[in-house]
């Protein structure tokens, strides 16, 4: 459902410190949209670091959006009107048109690719509606043309470098550690990955073994909600969601969580010691990115991986950054 190879892009220098020539001959360019969780001591600040790391050792070069705004996210589904928050991510789109051509925009964030994606598929179906965004945007001297696709960074890793291709930088391997892959909910559902089933999408999984890893088969909380914004209007709703994504994970052997979310990454993490108080148990899961594992795989420091930014520390992986 893409046009598969074309456009992306990269990120500062990094990991492997790459020259100038290197930089400006990068395989593929992206229009970036990093979303307000990435920015700097925001709650995901770790997965952009990790993300430029494992962009500069793929060679992808990815220019953030001039003047971005944010998506709307959950907000812009609560009594803010469709227009607004149609037109709200219509109003980037037209910001990468006009100052990044041809370039897909890719996002790292799961709330942000969901909100974009349907704002894109809504306008693409109507003509109407696109008339009012165009004539909203209009006062700002802006116009979306239509043309912009709108990924996920997964789609992008999955699609246009293909699980051999991902493997070509790989420096260490993650053998030896057990990982559950936990899609969550945003990136599954209503439009998911190409290729994979809604139920039991396995490419967390691919990606895990691509980098020597073992992917747990039989972990029965992959596409469970993590409670999202659950967790400040009904915590004890968000919490037992937690307790089973956790406790799941637990039984099944993984010594880590992979996820490709930040409000997963955050919600699973944040409130396991909320969990240990309230009930008793004793978890103690690290929660990752898959871009701070493929970091890893490619030679990049814990520095590198932002692994210092975990409230549960990765011991296991920090040990193999540091071999």
């Known amino acids: 459902h893409h046009r598969q190879g074309e456009g992306n892009r990269g990120s500062q220098e990094g990991l492997h410190g790459l020259t100038l020539t290197e930089r400006k001959m990068a395989k593929k360019e992206y229009a970036f949209y990093p979303g307000c969780s990435s920015q700097l001591k925001a709650s995901a600040s770790n997965y952009l670091v990790s993300t430029n790391s494992m962009c500069n050792a793929l060679d992808v070069k990815l220019t953030e959006i001039p003047d971005w705004n944010c998506c709307g996210a959950s907000v812009g589904y609560c009594e803010g009107g469709e227009l607004p928050r149609i037109a709200i991510n219509a109003r980037n789109f037209a910001q990468a048109e006009t100052h990044l051509p041809g370039q897909d925009i890719v996002a790292t964030c799961a709330a942000c690719w969901l909100g974009a994606r349907e704002s894109k598929e809504r306008l693409d179906a109507s003509a109407q509606l696109m008339k009012e965004t165009n004539e909203a945007l209009a006062a ?18 999955i699609e246009d470098f293909g699980y051999d291709g991902l493997k070509a930088p790989m420096k260490k391997s993650l053998e030896g550690i057990k990982f559950a892959g936990y899609v969550g909910c945003q990136t599954n559902r209503p439009f998911g990955i190409d290729g994979e089933s809604f139920e039991n999408p396995l490419y967390l999984d691919k990606m895990v073994e691509t980098f020597g890893g073992e992917a747990l088969k039989t972990y029965d909380q992959k596409v469970t909600c993590c409670g999202g914004a659950l967790a400040f209007s009904e915590p004890e709703k968000s919490q037992k969601q937690i307790r089973d994504i956790v406790e799941s994970a637990y039984d099944h052997g993984a010594e880590m969580i992979v996820t490709p979310c930040p409000l997963c990454q955050a919600n699973v993490e944040v409130y396991q010691s909320e969990i240990n108080k309230k009930q008793g148990t004793k978890f103690n899961m690290p929660v990752v990115y898959y871009s701070q594992l493929m970091t890893i795989a490619y030679g990049g420091s814990a520095k590198d991986a932002a692994l210092d930014g975990q409230l549960i520390r990765a011991e296991k992986l920090e040990k193999i950054a540091g071999k």
Request: aromatic share 6%; no cysteine; proline share 0%.
């Open 140 to 157: 700002a001297g802006l116009h979306y043309k239509g043309e912009v696709e709108v990924r996920h960074m997964v789609e992008v890793l």
